[in-house]
């Protein structure tokens, strides 16, 4: 089992940026696939970013392609989001989940363990 806890969220003015971090126990998190997900007040949970056990290969919504970037650090046992050109509709809350199977994963279905999350808004 893992546990996970999100930190970096806050308030940032349109473009502006974040960066979120996700840090997990356990001597294992090298073997999970991890990913990033927001959800709105109203709206349904969505996949931000995902990336691979290694780190080698990642996965983005179209929304935020090109402005944001998932990465991980296995020897510190954390996962990043960098959040770039930030825009109002980014405002939610951002959750960091672990999913069992190593590989490249999207789903929300496929993540078994989830953060806390953390608030991230965007003013215009």
């Known amino acids: 089992q893992v546990q996970l806890k999100e930190s970096g969220g806050g308030l940032v003015q349109t473009g502006g940026s974040l960066r979120l971090s996700c840090a997990a126990s356990?001597?294992?998190?090298?073997?999970?696939?991890m990913g990033w997900f927001r959800q709105a007040p109203g709206k349904e949970r969505e996949t931000v970013a995902a990336?691979?056990?290694?780190?080698?290969?990642?996965i983005y919504a179209d929304s935020v392609k090109g402005r944001f970037t998932i990465s991980r650090d296995n020897a510190k046992n954390t996962v990043f989001l960098q959040m770039n050109s930030l825009i109002p509709r980014d405002t939610a809350v951002y959750y960091c989940?672990?999913?069992?199977?190593?590989?490249?994963?999207?789903?929300?279905?496929?993540?078994?363990?989830w953060g806390q999350g953390t608030q991230v808004t965007v003013s215009s």
């Open positions: 990336i691979n056990w290694s780190g080698d290969r990642t």
């Open positions: 356990g001597r294992t998190f090298s073997s999970y696939a």
């Open positions: 989940a672990a999913s069992h199977y190593s590989g490249l994963v999207y789903s929300t279905r496929a993540f078994d363990y």
